[in-house]
Nanobody, 128 residues
Framework: QVQLVESGGGLVQAGGSLRLSCAAS????????MGWFRQAPGKEREFVAA?????????????VKGRATISRDNASRDNAKTTVYLQMNSLKPEDTAVYYC????????????????WGQGTQVTVSS
């Protein structure tokens, strides 16, 4: 059973930090690129960050560049889950959204269509 489970969201004041996590299982997700997207109320889901399967390459939306860092721990013999992280610093009220983790086997992609599996999302709320 494929599962992408996000965690780490919550309420934070502007200027604060959060670290989101996504635990992926049910496939060999160590062979998948992973991404984070977000969706604010009334808006389209938008790309935030992505990381290649090896972790060597990353991509960021301009809106979070310099404030976000994506990283990953690939599955190993001791841990069947691949986990991807999104460290967000200097948070702004406009970062408020539901954050979704996604996995795709089409290489590093910045569009929704490049991803095959999605999590249920975790809410991030930044107060001013």
């Amino acid at each position: 059973q494929v599962q992408l489970v996000e965690s780490g969201g919550g309420l934070v004041q502007a200027g604060g930090s959060l670290r989101l996590s996504c635990a992926a299982s049910g496939r060999t997700f160590s062979s998948y690129a992973m991404g984070w997207f977000r969706q604010a109320p009334g808006k389209e889901r938008e790309f935030v960050a992505a990381i290649s399967k090896s972790g060597a390459n990353t991509a960021y939306a301009d809106s979070v560049k310099g404030r976000a860092t994506i990283s990953r721990d690939n599955a190993s013999r001791d841990n069947a889950k691949t986990t991807v992280y999104l460290q967000m610093n200097s948070l702004k009220p406009e970062d408020t959204a539901v954050y979704y983790c996604a996995a795709g086997n089409s290489g590093l992609r910045v569009t929704r269509g490049g991803y095959d599996y999605w999590g249920q999302g975790t809410q991030v709320t930044v107060s001013s």
